[in-house]
Nanobody
Framework: QVQLVESGGGLVQAGGSLRLSCAASGLTLFRAGWFRQAPGKEREFVAAINWNGGITKYRDSVKGRFTISRDNAKNTVYLQMNSLNAEDTAVYYC????????????????WGQGTQVTVSS
């Protein structure tokens, strides 16, 4: 059984940075992804990384600002978020495994409980 626990969310001013962490237990050498859900909106893909960190994917609006990485020795996936703006405000979820699609949340099998990120303008 895989369990995921996110941390690192909080309140930050526009232009600031946060680093989210996702600690995993159980079988973890799978593709990992970060998704987010803003109030009143559907959950959307943010970034993903393959099992060894060699391949990464990002949604266009975060390219150049966010960096996904992983440390398999620590069973942890990270999301470094820089130059945050109000549109990044959301609950951020870590997900694991993934099917054919990198971007489709339905293709991920395991999910964390989410961590709130609030960017004040």
């Amino acid at each position: 059984q895989v369990q995921l626990v996110e941390s690192g969310g909080g309140l930050v001013q526009a232009g600031g940075s946060l680093r989210l962490s996702c600690a995993a237990s159980g079988l973890t050498l799978f593709r990992a992804g970060w998704f987010r859900q803003a109030p009143g909106k559907e959950r959307e893909f943010v970034a993903a990384i393959n099992w060894n960190g060699g391949i990464t994917k990002y949604r266009d609006s975060v390219k150049g600002r966010f960096t996904i990485s992983r440390d398999n020795a620590k069973n942890t996936v990270y999301l470094q978020m820089n130059s945050l703006n109000a549109e990044d405000t959301a609950v951020y979820y870590c997900a694991l495994k993934g099917g054919i699609s990198w971007y489709d949340q339905d293709d991920y099998n395991y999910w964390g409980q989410g961590t709130q990120v609030t960017v004040s303008s």
